[in-house]
């Protein structure tokens, strides 16, 4: 089984920033790709970025120059740093990977969410 577990959230002021973390545990052999989503109330859950082994792309176009993912490999952990945030990035912000265990199975796994409030 693999395990994420994310930290990072919070209440934050317009203008402010914060730091996402998510860290993937587990029978873990291989990691493709480690991506953050986020769900704001009454809509549906948004790919913010993704990182692969050789790039990371921050795919929404809405966070593009203040929105940035990396990824420390050494400790399967995937980053997004959100920089002047706006009270429309507030959502439940979700870790995801896909991974290959150990025996060679292929799976897709999300963390527990964290919310990240935008907020005067």
């Known amino acids: 089984q693999v395990q994420l577990v994310e930290s990072g959230g919070g209440l934050v002021q317009p203008g402010g920033s914060l730091r996402l973390s998510c860290s993937a545990s587990g029978n873990i052999a291989s990691i493709y790709v480690m991506s953050w989503y986020r769900q704001a109330p009454g809509k549906q859950r948004e790919l913010v970025a993704h990182?692969?082994?050789?790039?990371?792309?921050v795919d929404a176009d809405s966070v593009k120059g203040r929105f940035t993912i990396s990824r420390d490999n050494a400790k399967n952990t995937v980053y997004l740093q959100m920089n002047r945030l706006k009270p429309e990035d507030t959502a439940v912000y979700y870790c995801n990977t896909v991974v290959r265990v150990v025996g060679g199975t292929t799976g897709d796994y999300w963390g527990q969410g964290t919310q990240v409030t935008v907020s005067s």
């Open positions: 990182s692969t082994s050789g790039s990371s792309t």
